[in-house]
């Protein structure tokens, strides 16, 4: 009795293993028909992807990228003949390809029962495949001009994905050409508008290893580096990219900040000077070597040098006119404070006149500043300090009137 049930189990086990494959069979028979209903295709290989007696046959997988190749191409024939292809059938039907076929491929290369590989369905994959891959370019363009960046990202690394598979080793699929480093720097961009940082990283570090668009490559990966705060990575990253695009003022002036940021001032001031020589007449650099000196190094002296050198290109630079009114007036402000602290009349008296030098000399170039920016309330603030200190009382009211919006 029990070798009887036996076998009716095993004819039951049978008959479902055949339904699947039958499916199969059918769902392939269909998609190549006159006619094809690529829903009622795809419905009846859906089972077989899933089913314990079909999931592990190389052509389960295999006809379910071919019932989507199918679609593809009926989409693209419309094309070809110059009509209206529905777009987003197409290329849907174009990214489902790949999953579908590296399972099949993997299957499809397990050695039998004897311990041979004998594939039957890597020619036809690899045909499939190398045709298709110049679309995926299509398909993410189509979508990057919509502004659907995850979409257009899965194009194009399919694109990447199909040119490193080891069917292709050798061919020209595989080829580092202009198509590929093109698709390298889309995918990188795609990946920046995205929500995955990490992603966004990894996709810029490899697209930075191929000579295409690498100046924008090396400033988009500095930028993340920069949100995500990973100062190792953005200070290597800006360095590589100074070494490489030496001319390029972007890399220099952002080591600079970064050197400024993290309070390295000699190194601030020696890619400075690095700049200058190659920009002599760029005012804002001095501007910036006279701040390091001023608040980085304490040295009043280069800050006033540095300042000065900004004004002699341009004279009517606001923030160098008013950074170097501030070195005389903070000079003046100490020296002040210093003479406070004397008990002896006539010293008391010299150390005043010291302070009250300083903001002579800071005088002009706060009331410069504030000809050129009446409404800037720093320098309206510092000019009100140095009409007191100098005891200049109707400049002092003046000033005091502007501020108090009289």
């Keep these: 009795m029990k070798r009887v049930l036996l076998t009716v189990a095993l ?4 008959s479902a293993s055949f339904a699947q494959k039958k499916d199969v069979n059918t769902a392939q028979s269909i998609a190549k028909g006159t006619n094809p209903d690529f829903t009622e295709a795809r419905n009846l290989v859906k089972g077989a992807l899933t089913n314990a007696e079909s999931k592990d ?7 379910a990228g071919f019932i989507e190749n199918q679609q593809f191409d009926a989409e693209r024939t419309k094309q070809i003949l110059g009509q209206k292809p529905n777009e987003p059938v197409m290329y849907e039907a ?3 390809i790949l999953p579908y076929f590296e399972k099949a491929y993997t299957l499809d290369n397990q050695p039998n029962e004897k311990g041979k590989v004998k594939p039957k369905f890597v020619k036809d994959i690899k045909g499939i495949l190398g045709a298709n891959h110049i679309y995926y370019i299509n398909g993410g363009a189509y979508y990057f001009d919509q502004k659907d960046y995850k979409k257009a990202y899965s194009f194009f690394d399919q694109y990447l994905k199909i040119s490193d598979l080891d069917m292709f080793k050798g061919e020209p699929v ?3 050409d202009s198509n590929f480093m093109t698709v390298q720097f889309y995918a990188a961009v795609a990946a920046t508008q995205m929500e995955d940082k990490k992603l966004a990283v990894e996709s810029l570090e490899r697209a930075k290893a191929f000579d295409y668009r690498r100046n924008d490559v090396y400033q988009y990966l500095c930028y993340e580096y920069e949100q995500a705060k990973d100062t190792v990575n953005l200070e290597k990253t800006l360095e590589e990219g100074l070494n490489l695009f030496p001319e390029e003022q972007y890399y ?3 080591l ?4 400024i940021y993290s309070n390295r001032n000699e190194k601030a ?3 400075l000077n690095t700049a200058i020589a190659k920009t002599p007449n760029n005012a804002q650099l001095y501007d910036v070597m006279g701040r390091v000196y001023e608040t980085g190094l304490k ?4 800050a006033e040098e540095s300042f000065k050198k900004a004004l002699e290109i341009d004279p009517n630079y606001t923030d160098a006119l008013s950074n170097l009114g501030r070195v005389f007036y903070n000079q003046g402000v100490n020296k002040q404070g210093e003479a406070n602290m004397i008990n002896d009349t006539k010293k008391y008296q010299q150390e005043l006149a010291v302070a009250k030098d300083f903001f002579k000399k800071a005088l002009p170039y706060f009331e410069k500043a504030h000809q050129m920016k009446p409404e800037e309330t720093e320098y309206m603030i510092a000019l009100r300090g140095i009409y007191y200190n100098l005891d200049m009382g109707d400049k002092l009211k003046e000033i005091e009137a502007k501020m108090n919006g009289n």
């Design 252 to 254: 220099l002036l952002s």
């Design 256 to 259: 600079i900040n970064n050197y």
């Design 57 to 63: 046959d190389a052509k389960t997988w295999f006809v």
């Design 299 to 302: 040295d009043y002296t280069k």
């Design 174 to 176: 595989a080829a580092r």
């Design 11 to 14: 004819c039951v086990a049978a």
């Design 94 to 96: 174009l990214l489902n």
């Design 269 to 271: 001031i020696e890619y």
